[in-house]
């Protein structure tokens, strides 16, 4: 008689277990549908079906990446001010869909192995080189820092500025320069004026690409 009860538990916690793997099964489908739609094309009439929408959604994910243009940015100096002035930058470029914003970690050491060492002064060889090296259509660098004035005609000042170069890798060619600067009492305030005035010409910036 025991050994039919421990048959009878046995066989009721098996149902009850089924049962419940069933209703979290039917109740995950309900909750994410595309499940089903899976599914159903992952049948073998419908496998055919399933292997053309792969390939069309890679298809054209593959032609809006290589529609977009590639853009890198270097250092602009080794200062607070120039990384923040940076960060700033490729926060703006990227807010769009035409430009690419490539890794900057990996553009900095691609550069470095390039033997690029900060220079603003190359020439068309090596600015094709150096964009060759780091793998992208443009590429920004320049210079950018808080400075402190003391004329002797007016009280201290802090003047910030950032000198953007954007380079062509295919021809090495200069495709646009700006300087914009900022005066104020504070280099705080100097440096804000700046990042806000480098976020507002991205989009002249991004159009010179």
Known sequence: MSKVRNTV??????????????????????????ILV????????CFPLFIIVCALSMSVAAQTN???????????????TARRAVDKLLIALSSGNRLLISDREESRAAARGAGYAGSLNMTLEEARDLGGAIGSDFFITGDAQTLR???STRAIYYEAYASIFIVSSRTGRLVMWDRP????VTPDEAEKALLK?????????ADSI
């Open 9 to 34: 538990l046995t066989l009721d916690i098996g149902h009850w277990t089924l049962g419940l793997a069933f209703t979290c099964h039917c109740f995950y489908e309900l909750l994410f549908p595309e």
């Open 149 to 151: 004035r003391s004329p």
């Open 38 to 45: 899976i599914k159903q094309m992952l049948k073998p009439r």
């Open 181 to 184: 600067s900022f005066e104020a």
């Open 66 to 80: 290589a529609e977009q243009i590639r853009v890198a940015a270097l250092d602009l100096g080794e200062t607070q």
């Open 197 to 205: 005035e480098l976020n507002e010409r991205s989009a002249r910036y």
